[in-house]
């Protein structure tokens, strides 16, 4: 293994962050746009005195340094870090639409209780369907069987096994691999990743304006629209 330093590893990662948001830039600017929505959202819940939307607000800023932190990690080709940060972000963001959805869990969740990840997963499987007023947020069964998937996914990648040593190395024969100290920019797993947490931080977005600024859903469509269209742009086999 040959001396690495810090100074080193960081000229690295400013390559790939070069090469990423050249070859990937689609990847970047969903990152923009989610980070621009979620911004949106919460300035419309921000300054409140109300404890489910202050429930939501937390883990809104939460979501956005999870996001943040995704970014910052898969444009230098730490991947399996990018993984782990993807994967709670969506944790947080499930949790914010199912308070959105049950604000009556608030008050259980801010004194403490805890709600594990498969747990607000079936929760939220039981709303696929819910009235908040005149909206009706309807979301389809199959999209909790996406984000089970989802989720294993990012955990096989995180944990200390062989999938994850296929994101953090590269086979160059049969019998011998080369390990990728400070990461190596896998575009693939990036655009995987940008699409899931991306679809995940749209829904959940506009549940959270529906459910407690349902007027204001018409100011932040045009930022819906084009995120949306963005996430369905990307396709896994290309470098754009």
Request: proline share 2%; hydrophobic share 45%.
């Amino acid at each position: 293994m040959p001396q690495y330093s810090v100074a080193a590893l960081e000229k690295h990662w400013q390559a790939n962050q070069t090469e990423f948001r050249t070859a990937a830039s689609a990847c970047h600017e969903v990152f923009a746009l989610m980070i621009s929505v979620m911004s949106g959202v919460g300035s419309l819940l921000s300054g409140r005195k109300v404890l489910d939307i202050n429930c939501v607000y937390l883990l809104l800023t939460k979501a956005m340094n999870h996001v943040a932190s995704t970014l910052l990690l898969i444009e230098r080709g730490l991947m399996v870090d990018g993984a782990l940060t993807s994967r709670n972000a969506i944790e947080t963001l499930l949790l914010l639409e199912l308070l959105a959805k049950k604000p009556e869990l608030c008050r259980k969740w801010s004194a403490g209780d805890q709600l594990t990840p498969g747990s607000v997963r079936k929760e939220l499987a039981k709303l696929s369907k819910v009235e908040v007023g005149d909206l009706v947020i309807e979301v389809s069964s199959d999209t909790w069987d996406e984000t089970r998937f989802v989720y294993d996914w990012l955990s096989q990648i995180t944990h200390a096994n062989l999938d994850s040593l296929n994101r953090s190395a590269s086979q160059t024969d049969r019998n011998n691999f080369v390990l990728h100290v400070g990461g190596a920019l896998l575009f693939p797993v990036a655009i995987a990743i940008t699409k899931s947490l991306g679809h995940t931080c749209l829904r959940s977005m506009a549940t959270c304006l529906a459910v407690f600024e349902p007027t204001k859903l018409q100011m932040m469509s045009a930022q819906f629209e084009r995120l949306g269209e963005s996430l369905n742009s990307l396709s896994p086999g290309e470098k754009r």
